[in-house]
């Protein structure tokens, strides 16, 4: 049986800690929150979590900036928080993937602070370094030069993203060796899995100019999670993969990862994150049935994802967050949860959450946001650059989590949330979503329940049967059963799928129950099983 298949029966649920819930009352998500929300998540039908760093980190990059790796950010707490926290998950089998930074560190960590200091330190090359930028680079927030000056060694070190985020040089066996003491170090902590940030960018080539997937990039990775202590471990990396980086990257026995993301539908014809796109989701259907037909053919375990703490809201960008919000988010959820792969769950799409609409900067924490404003203001009229600053910053999706209506949102019994809250919390949270007749909760906690009761959702062969103009219509086949999974984002229709004897199973709109002709309404969603034909 390939390694994969086990984890064809997780579902995933991404936590960004700093927004999930206060529990001590200081404004910022922690530790002690998520244990208190265990339940809230098994419940979802949940079986894994994915926590955001919760290593200590000067926060330049909530997290991402991390000055070590074997310590807890103490805003989330403890080492013992987060013990009690993997025991109280283990106890509802909820398994444990951590975050881990391995292309750079803060510039705070002790290797750096080490490294800075003078060239013949044994830390100096521990990082990149030249007498003067090697190349034109720039960070990826949008800062400028990727290369920052060091005073005392008169030198220029890189970092791909903030200048508090120096790139770790893998070339270095050193530092090769110490992120395979990190990730051992985790894992005798209980920890099951890691999802790899930018694990792409860790082997690069100067002299091609080369940023990413470098000459050593898979020896570096096998050498990580290759090893007998790491192997089994669930990894999944964010290399923004194409196809034949993926059968690379996760093919049966490269010993690497085991699944890794890919974007096409997050960046569709975008000229950068902060210009509005206008696109239909007929590309978005388009590129998930590509993306289906490919990975199957391939056999490569797929992660099926809409949103995360980078982006906007996913419904809010390409759906509609506003009349027929239930309706788009479960459409979209009915899609790309019942495809074959492994299932992502951001927190708060289950709830429907979408973006917000501030008009003044210090509601804003993102350093790409931040830096955005400070190179467009006075260039661009003010409503144009708040509507692409609302439209892309990735503070969107960072909002204070929003539980119930009250003061606080049930986030935190602070006075003032470390990020403004989302500006439609009040209407928009747990507990007014669950009173809705139209619940995105519910929703979520049947096509959950759906997929872990029918083999076929998990383990069964994608056949596509239409996928364009805003429709797909694709069937989930095993052994002997047959299920058809319908979803139209666009106008309404009336199509014949070919499947006369079939029964309505799950539905976001309960009138398809009473239509004879396979008719569908914008957002509609409907699942069946096929009967004998
Ligand atoms: O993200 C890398 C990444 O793809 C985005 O940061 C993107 O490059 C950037 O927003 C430009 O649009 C990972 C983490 O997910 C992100 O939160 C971190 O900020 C980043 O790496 C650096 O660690």
Known sequence: MKEFIKYLDWVIYQIYPKSF????????????????????????????????????????????????????????????????????????????ILDLVANHTSSEHFWFKEARKSKDNPYHDYYYWAKKPLNDWTDQFGGGSAWEYNEQTDEYYLHSFAVGQPDVNWDNPKVRQEFCDIVDFWIDKGVDGFRCDVLHLISKDFKNDLKWFGPHFHEYVNQLFGREKSKNLFTVGECYV?????????????????????????????????????????????????????????????????????????????????????????????????????????????????????GDISAFDDIETLNFYKASVGKIDDKTLYKDINFGSRDNSRRPFAWNGEQGFGFTSAEKPWLPYATRSDRLNVESDLKN??????????????RKEVAAFRYGQYKSIYSDDGFIAYLREYDDEKYLVVCNFAGDREVDLGFKNKKLILTNNNAILSIKKDRFVQYDAAVYKILDE
């Not at 000055?67 to 993997?86: A, C, H, K, Q, W």
């Not at 949103?307 to 959820?333: C, I, M």
């Not at 619940?439 to 759906?450: A, C, T």
């Open 21 to 96: 819930c206060d529990s001590d009352g200081d404004g910022i998500g922690d530790l002690a929150g998520i244990t208190e929300k265990l339940d809230y998540i098994k419940d979802l039908g949940v079986n894994a979590i994915w926590l955001c760093p919760i290593f200590k980190s000067p926060q330049c990059d909530n997290g991402y900036d991390i000055s070590d790796y074997r310590d807890i950010e103490p805003v989330f707490g403890t080492m013992r928080d987060f013990e009690n926290l993997v025991a109280n998950a283990k106890k509802r089998d909820i398994k444990i």
């Open 242 to 358: 194409d196809e034949k980086q993926i059968t690379e990257l996760c093919g049966e026995g490269r010993g690497e990862l085991k699944s890794s993301f890919q974007f096409d539908h997050i960046f569709i014809g975008s000229k950068g994150r902060f210009a509005p796109i206008v696109t239909s989701m007929n590309e978005v259907v388009k590129i998930f049935d590509n993306w289906e037909k490919v990975t199957q053919k391939l056999d490569v375990l797929y992660p099926l994802f809409t949103d995360n703490h980078d982006q906007p809201w996913y419904n809010s960008k390409f759906g509609n967050d506003g009349v027929k919000r239930f309706e788009s988010a479960t459409a979209l959820a009915t899609m790309f949860f019942l495809g074959r792969g492994v299932p992502f769950i951001y927190q708060g799409q289950e709830v429907g959450f979408a973006n917000s609409e501030y």
């Open 437 to 450: 007749e139209k619940s995105v909760i519910k929703y979520y906690r049947d096509l959950l329940k759906l």
